[in-house]
């Protein structure tokens, strides 16, 4: 029943990993996304795709790279993890990117600490 | 580029009103959101607004002026269960991706809510 899940929900692991987080949603949505948020909990957009395409690529380190396989998966690989990449990171999806359609719902959150 | 303040926290006493303003400066705007966020856990959407004047939703209301670039969030007969974090989001065209809308967060308004 849960409309937008992730996991793992808790990821610790050692500095220089690579490491995958995967999101679903079984909203029907055309438009998935990645956010992360802060110890000083500022969420920030990082990607989005929208039917399998991206759409938005901000300024992430390219040891970030998502991946959508159909329009209700996207998922987040993050290689050699550093310290600062420690946050957590929220999947969303939208029944689309305009206006009130861009009304979104998360996921539960994917806890990363690096040490 | 985007840019949105708010509070950074407010407190209020049970059963009383408050007023949680947002400003913005955004290009292509499209909309402005308001969400809720309790601690540990995901944000969930509260309202929408894209033309000016208040909408109002049971015990929550929030108001826009697009030509002011001002919104607000007003909480009425606050509830110990209203404490949470408030976040302001606006809707605008994105910078990467041709048509794309994107969803850029303020840093949030930790609400305590006392007895």
């Known amino acids: 029943d849960t409309a937008v899940s992730q996991t793992p929900k808790y990821l610790v692991t050692q500095m220089g990993n690579d490491k995958s987080i995967k999101c679903e949603q079984n909203?029907?949505?055309?438009?998935m996304y990645w956010y992360k948020q802060d110890s000083k909990k500022f969420l920030k957009i990082m990607f989005s795709y929208n039917n399998k395409e991206l759409i938005i690529n901000e300024t992430v380190p390219n040891r970030f790279s998502p991946k959508s396989p159909d329009k209700a998966h996207l998922n987040l690989h993050i290689n050699s993890l550093e310290l600062g990449d420690s946050a957590v990171y929220f999947c969303?999806?939208?029944?689309?990117?305009?206006?009130?359609?861009?009304?979104?719902?998360f996921g539960p959150g994917t806890r990363l600490t690096v040490l | 580029g985007q840019n949105i303040d708010q509070p950074t926290e407010m407190t209020a006493t049970e059963g009383a009103i408050v007023q949680i303003n947002c400003t913005y400066q955004t290009s292509g705007f499209n909309g402005l959101f308001w969400y809720q966020q309790h601690a540990g856990e995901a944000p969930t959407f509260l309202s929408y607004n894209v033309l000016d004047g208040l909408e109002e939703k049971g015990r929550f209301s929030s108001f826009l002026s697009r030509s002011k670039g001002y919104s607000y969030l007003l909480l009425k007969e606050l509830q110990m269960k209203d404490s949470a974090s408030y976040l302001c989001?606006?809707?605008?065209?994105?910078?990467?991706?041709?048509?794309?809308?994107?969803?850029?967060f303020g840093k949030g308004t930790k609400l305590s809510v006392i007895p």
């Open positions: 909203l029907g949505h055309d438009t």
């Open positions: 989001a606006s809707i605008s065209l994105a910078y990467s991706g041709a048509g794309s809308y994107q969803l850029t």
């Open positions: 969303a999806s939208s029944q689309d990117r305009r206006g009130a359609y861009n009304e979104q719902f």
